[in-house]
C-alpha cells in the first residue's frame, strides 16, 4: 500500500510505468496469425526494415488481432522521422496535426505511420488546465509506449518475426478483458481529456472493465472535457457513436458522469419517453449496421440525436404562427446553432442534418405531384429510414411508413392507386392541420403503436 503510494506520488505510476525492456511473446504465446494482418501494413514495416529502420504495427490492430476481431485500420511505429518515411514510399504525405504523422496510401488503402515520440510532456506547452498543446519530440520505442493510452494500445507487433513486444502489460489486461490507463490516471487524464472519452468507448465496444484507478478519477474531471477544441471532441463523438456500440457507449458515458455537455440535453432527451425511443432506436439500427460492415452516415444519426430538440421548436414556432415549413428551417437553425458551440458540427454534416429534416413533412403531404417530387430527392433513402424511425417510435402513425414503404416499391399504376387510397390523410397542405377522424379504422396499429415496420425495437 505505502510502496504504491510512493510510487504514485513520485510519479512513478501503476506498476505498468516505465519499463525500458519488453515482454516479448513468440507466435505460439500470442497466436496472431499472418493472414489477418493487413498486407499493405506488412508491406510498410517490411519496406522500413529493409532501410534499417524498426517498425511495428501497434496500437488498436494488435489489440483487436490479439481479441480475434478484425482491426478497423493498421498505424504503423517507427523509428524513421516522417521524412524519412516519405522518402520510402511512392505516394506518402505528411501530415501535420497534433502529432505529425504520415500517411502511406496504397490505392484507398492508408496505413498511419508514426515516429516514436519521445516521453518528457513537462516541458511540452500546455493550457491553464494542464492539457498538453503541442508535444511533438521523437523518442525511443520505450517512450512511445509509454506515451500511449492504455496499456491494451502500447503492444508492438513485428509481422517479420512474428512477436508482440510488450511494455506495460498489455498481455495480461487483455486476457483479463481489462482497460488500465498507462502512467497516473490523473495526470495522463489532464494532458489529454479525451481519452476519457477513449476508456468508455472501448470499455463499450470491446466488454472490457475499467480498472479502478482509471476509473476513479473520471467523475471529478470529467468537466475538463470542456476546454478540449471543440471539432476534437466532435471526431471523437462520431468514433463513439460509429463504433457499432453506441448504445452501450452513451450509457458508459452517463455512468462515468461524461454526458453533460457533449450532447447538450442529452440528458433531457433521454428522459422524455419519446425521445428515449427514438434515440434508441436509432443507435441500435445504426449498431447493427456498423456491424454489418454498411456504411452509417454521421448526418443521419446527428440527425436523430438532435431531432427531439427540432421537433419541440418546430412545435413552438408553428404555435406561433409560422407555416410548417418555414418553421422547420427555424427550429433546424436553432438546434444547429446551439449545438456548433460545443459540438462543432461539421458543415457536410449540418447540411444532411437539414436535408433529411426538411424532407419530414414532405413525407406526410401524400397528394399531387408531392411524393413523386420526392422521390427524386438524392437524400430520399435517408430521409425514408428517418421517417421511419418516427413511426416506429410513436411519434408518428406508422401508416404513413408502411404507405411509403409500398410506394417506392410500386410501379406506376400502383403508385396511382396508392395516392388514390388515402384521400383524407394525405390532405397535408401547409395551411390545414391534419383531420384525424373519429375511428382510425383500416387496420392500422394504436398510437402506442406495435409495428410492422422494419426497425427493430431495442427498448422491450
Ligand atoms: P480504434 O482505431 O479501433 O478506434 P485505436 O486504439 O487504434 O482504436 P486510434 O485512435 O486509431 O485508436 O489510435 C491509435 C493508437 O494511438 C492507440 O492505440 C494508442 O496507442 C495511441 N493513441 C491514440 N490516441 C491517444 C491519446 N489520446 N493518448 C495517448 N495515446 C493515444
Ligand atoms: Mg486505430
Not at 468537466?223 to 457513436?241: G, Q, S, T, Y
Not at 457499432?244 to 450509457?251: D, E, I, K, N, S
Request: aromatic letters at 8%; hydrophobic letters at 40%.
Amino acid at each position: 500500500m505505502i510502496r504504491q503510494l510512493i510510487r504514485r506520488i513520485l510519479g512513478a505510476g501503476s506498476e505498468s510505468a516505465g519499463k525500458v525492456k519488453p515482454k516479448v511473446y513468440e507466435k505460439s504465446a500470442h497466436g496472431i496469425a499472418l493472414n489477418d494482418v493487413s498486407p499493405n501494413a506488412m508491406r510498410v514495416t517490411q519496406t522500413l526494415q529493409d532501410a534499417g529502420f524498426k517498425a511495428f504495427i501497434v496500437g488498436g490492430a494488435v489489440r483487436d488481432l490479439l481479441l480475434g476481431f478484425r482491426p478497423k485500420d493498421f498505424d504503423v511505429a517507427t523509428n524513421a522521422t516522417p521524412e524519412e518515411v516519405k522518402r520510402l514510399f511512392r505516394r506518402a504525405f505528411i501530415i501535420g496535426r497534433r502529432f505529425q504523422i504520415v500517411h502511406v496510401m496504397f490505392g484507398q488503402d492508408l496505413i498511419e505511420v508514426t515516429t516514436f515520440r519521445g516521453a518528457s510532456t513537462d516541458e511540452a506547452p500546455k493550457d491553464a488546465h494542464g492539457r498538453v498543446l503541442r508535444d511533438n519530440t521523437f523518442g525511443e520505442q520505450h517512450e512511445d509506449a509509454e506515451r500511449r493510452d492504455f496499456t491494451v494500445n502500447a503492444m508492438y507487433y513485428d509481422p517479420a518475426r512474428e512477436q508482440v513486444l510488450d511494455y506495460h502489460g498489455g498481455m495480461k489486461d487483455i486476457r483479463s478483458k481489462t482497460l488500465r490507463i498507462i502512467g497516473v490516471p490523473e495526470a495522463r487524464y489532464r494532458e489529454d481529456p479525451v481519452r476519457m472519452l477513449r476508456v468508455v468507448r472501448f470499455a463499450a465496444k470491446l466488454g472490457f472493465a475499467i480498472a479502478a484507478p482509471t476509473r476513479s478519477p473520471i467523475k471529478v474531471m470529467a468537466p475538463l472535457i470542456n476546454n478540449v477544441p471543440a471539432a476534437r471532441v466532435f471526431d471523437e463523438m462520431l468514433k463513439l457513436l460509429m463504433s457499432g456500440h453506441a448504445m452501450a457507449c452513451l450509457h458508459q458515458l452517463r455512468k462515468q458522469g461524461l454526458h453533460h455537455g457533449l450532447l447538450p440535453l442529452l440528458d433531457v432527451v433521454l428522459e422524455q419517453p419519446l425521445g428515449e425511443r427514438f434515440v434508441a432506436l436509432a443507435l441500435s439500427n445504426t449498431d447493427e449496421r456498423v456491424r454489418e460492415g454498411k456504411p452509417v452516415s454521421p448526418g443521419f444519426l446527428f440527425a436523430s440525436l438532435l431531432w427531439h430538440q427540432v421537433l419541440e421548436r418546430w412545435n413552438a414556432y408553428k404555435a406561433a404562427g409560422e407555416a410548417p415549413i418555414p418553421a422547420l428551417h427555424l427550429a433546424a437553425d436553432d438546434v444547429l446553432d446551439g449545438q456548433t458551440e460545443q459540438l462543432a458540427i461539421q458543415r457536410r454534416i449540418a447540411t444532411d442534418m437539414r436535408d433529411i429534416w426538411a424532407m419530414q413533412p414532405r413525407f406526410e403531404r401524400r397528394i399531387g405531384k408531392s411524393p413523386y417530387k420526392l422521390l427524386e430527392h438524392p437524400r430520399l433513402r435517408a430521409g425514408y429510414d428517418f421517417l421511419l424511425l418516427r413511426c416506429a417510435s410513436g411519434e408518428l402513425d406508422p401508416e404513413i411508413g408502411v404507405w411509403w414503404t409500398e410506394f417506392m416499391a410500386a410501379d406506376g399504376p400502383e403508385r396511382e392507386a396508392l395516392l388514390s387510397r388515402k384521400p383524407a390523410e394525405t390532405d397535408q397542405t401547409p395551411n390545414k392541420r391534419r383531420r384525424r377522424r373519429g375511428g382510425r379504422g383500416r387496420g392500422k396499429a394504436d398510437s402506442e403503436g406495435s409495428t410492422e415496420l422494419p426497425v427493430k425495437g431495442v427498448l422491450e
